[in-house]
Structure formats: structure tokens, C-alpha cells
């Protein structure tokens, strides 16, 4: 018979091969992310390193709960139940450096500084995703259609006036369509962030809550570990 309550050590060990798969997943999300994260942190999002540390977290530390109740020592489970300690902390952090980063991008975007447009315009991966963007919002350039400087995409062209999108004469000199959406995308841009921020920052919060309950699981496992040393060792002394 083992130490731990068999219900509540097939549950741990389920909701830990979850987490597992899913760090797993969430580690091949950060591989194929590097390159979009590297553009939203210079336009004030979070560092790649975060999501990282995110990722290898929710898939090491699964592991170690599965081995910490395969083996049932209660070493193990202290060690584990450290680390959800540590874990929640830092995904009450993550959160936090998330909600600043929003505000920092916010900020950013609505001071209409050029700076905010380069990482849009010096990637070409960006300035496609730019040009899509421009042709589903119906607007020109990130700040506004100087963006472009001296060479205006067709993304930008304005076919038709329509209520809520004003068109407007292509700067002086410029290359590129006759008329072009007067509204810039600073708009639009921090609604789509604005989602993925908040969709981060859910998940962040989420992840505390659960590195609680695995806590709260761990330490009453632990106190089963004690509860049947303590008892053999008990009936051991009375037989001899």
C-alpha cells in the first residue's frame, strides 16, 4: 500500500502530464514566436527571455511533480512544492511586467513618435504583416503615412470615402497611390496587442492559482508521507 491516497496521487500525476504536454507546446509556441517577440520588446513589449522562462517552467516542473509522487519521498515533494512557491511568484511578476509593458506600448503608440514605427519598417516580416494590416483597417502607416517616407504602399490607397474612413492626397513627392486613408493604425495596432496582452496576463494569473493548488496538494501529501512514517516507525518500537 502506498504512503499518499491513491485518488489524490492519480490526480496529481494526471493534471502534471497535462501541464507537461502543454509546456511542451508552449516551448515549440516560443520557438516559433522569437522573431515576433523580438519586435513587440522594441516596441516596449516583454523580452523574449520571459516567455522562455514561462515555457521551461510549465514543462519542468510537471516532471518533477510526476517523480516527487511516483517516488513518494517527501524530500522530493519539498522541493517540488519550493518550486510552486517560486513559480507562483514569478508568474505574479510575469503578469505584472505585462500590464507595465501594455501601458509602456499604450503610451508609445499614442505619443505618435516615429520611433514607435521603426520596428515596423526595418523588418520586412513586420512591414508585411504592416501592409495586411493597413488593407483590413483601412489606414496608412503606423504614426501616420510618413512611415513610408518618400515610398507610400498600396496598402495605403483609399478607393473609396466611406463614413469613418477619410482619404487624403499622398504627401507632396511621395511615390505610390493618389489617395491614401488619412487615419494612421496606432488605433488599431494597440487593440490587437492590447488582446494579446490581456490574453498573457490571464494566463499568467491562471498559472499563480494553480501553482497555489499544487502547493496546497503537496503539502497534504506531504503530511500523508509523515502520517505513515511516523506510524511504522511507532509500530516497529512496539514490536520490539
Known sequence: MGKINGCIKCLFIFFNVVFAILGGVLVFGAVQATPFSHQVAAVGGPSPAWSWVFALGVLILPVLGIVAACMEKELVFRIFAGFMVAGMIIMLIF????????????????????????????????????????????????????????????????????????????????????????????????????????????????????????????????????????????MAMQSY
Not at 137 to 145: A, D, K
Request: proline share 2%; net charge neutral; charged share 25%.
Open 95 to 234: 503578469g505584472i511586467v505585462v500590464a507595465v509593458s501594455r501601458n509602456t506600448l499604450k503610451d508609445s503608440l499614442d505619443s505618435a513618435s516615429a520611433d514607435a514605427a521603426k520596428p515596423f519598417m526595418e523588418d520586412k516580416e513586420m512591414k508585411s504583416i504592416l501592409m495586411r494590416f493597413e488593407e483590413g483597417t483601412q489606414c496608412c502607416g503606423v504614426v501616420s503615412s510618413s512611415d513610408w517616407g518618400d515610398d507610400i504602399s498600396r496598402s495605403c490607397e483609399c478607393k473609396m470615402q466611406r463614413a469613418g474612413f477619410r482619404c487624403k492626397a499622398k504627401p507632396a513627392g511621395a511615390r505610390g497611390p493618389d489617395q491614401i486613408y488619412a487615419t494612421s493604425c496606432s488605433g488599431a495596432l494597440f487593440e490587437f496587442f492590447d488582446l494579446f496582452f490581456k490574453i498573457i496576463m490571464g494566463i499568467c494569473f491562471t498559472f499563480a492559482i494553480l501553482a497555489l493548488l499544487a502547493l496546497l496538494m503537496s503539502v497534504l501529501m506531504v503530511q500523508q508521507i509523515r502520517k505513515h512514517d511516523g506510524g511504522g516507525s511507532s
